[in-house]
């Protein structure tokens, strides 16, 4: 069974740049959270679709937006890049109730230069 | 708001020792889950063991066991013959069953993390 993959594992971009990230899920999941993950502010939720649904968003600045498709795929936008917004940024997929476990990806390292 | 403590930012333990990670929460809610999360290098959140907060029982699995007190909002992780591949950054997490049930998400609040050494 396949894990939670993200992609690209790495990216280099300029400020004020846009970028996107994507993540596929197991198969089978159809919740879909990301989170942003910093030395100085840890791991903070962004938002969580479910079967193409915004669920949930975190204090984040509207320049942060997902989407997710009907095969359950999300993509992460960020526009105007800032340098603060260099992070590692995690995908994590499951079933979508309280008690199943998250499965993650192994993340999207951003550098905004 | 939910809110995670963890209050040791680096633990060591000698190779085949025991070790105990702490980590406090704070919340008005009385139906939630817990989770220890490990990340090793690799960066991979890899789920360690879950508490269901109705469940008087601590949680096992394996070498992991935990110590859940829940009227002092305490969840520590118990790590028993800990081993060189245990090394990692452990955080834990909190997730609200009311959030999931009025349709807000299953989103994990997380602690700050402990980055567990071990040492031959």
């Given amino acids: 069974k396949a894990g939670v993959t993200q992609t690209p594992r790495y990216l280099i971009k300029t400020r004020g740049q ?60 960020v526009s105007t890049l800032e340098l603060g917004d260099s992070a590692l940024y995690l995908c994590a997929s499951s079933w979508g109730t309280a008690n199943t476990e998250a499965f993650f990806g192994q993340g999207t390292r951003l550098t905004v230069v | 708001a939910q809110t995670v403590t963890q209050s040791q930012p680096e633990m060591s333990v000698q190779e085949a020792e025991t070790v105990t990670l ?28 879950r508490q269901e907060a109705y469940k008087q029982q601590n949680a096992t699995e394996n070498r992991f066991s935990v110590n859940f007190q829940k009227a002092a909002k305490s969840f520590s992780l118990k790590i028993s013959d800990s081993q060189l591949g245990d090394a990692a950054m452990y955080f834990c997490a909190y997730r609200s069953v009311r959030e999931v049930l009025t349709g807000g998400g299953n989103k994990l609040t997380f602690g700050t993390g402990t980055q567990l050494k071990v040492e031959l």
């Fill in chain 2, 22 to 49: 702490s980590c406090t929460y704070d919340t008005s809610e009385s139906d939630y889950y817990l989770f220890w999360y490990k990340q090793p290098p690799s960066r991979q959140m890899i789920l360690v063991i």
């Fill in chain 1, 18 to 77: 846009q970028v996107t990230l994507s993540c596929s899920p197991i198969s089978g999941h159809r919740s879909v959270s990301w989170y942003q993950q910093t030395p100085g502010q840890g791991l903070q939720f962004l938002f969580e679709y479910f079967s193409e649904t915004q669920r949930n968003k975190g204090n984040f600045p509207g320049r942060f937006s997902g989407r997710q498709f009907s095969n359950s795929r999300s993509e992460m936008n």
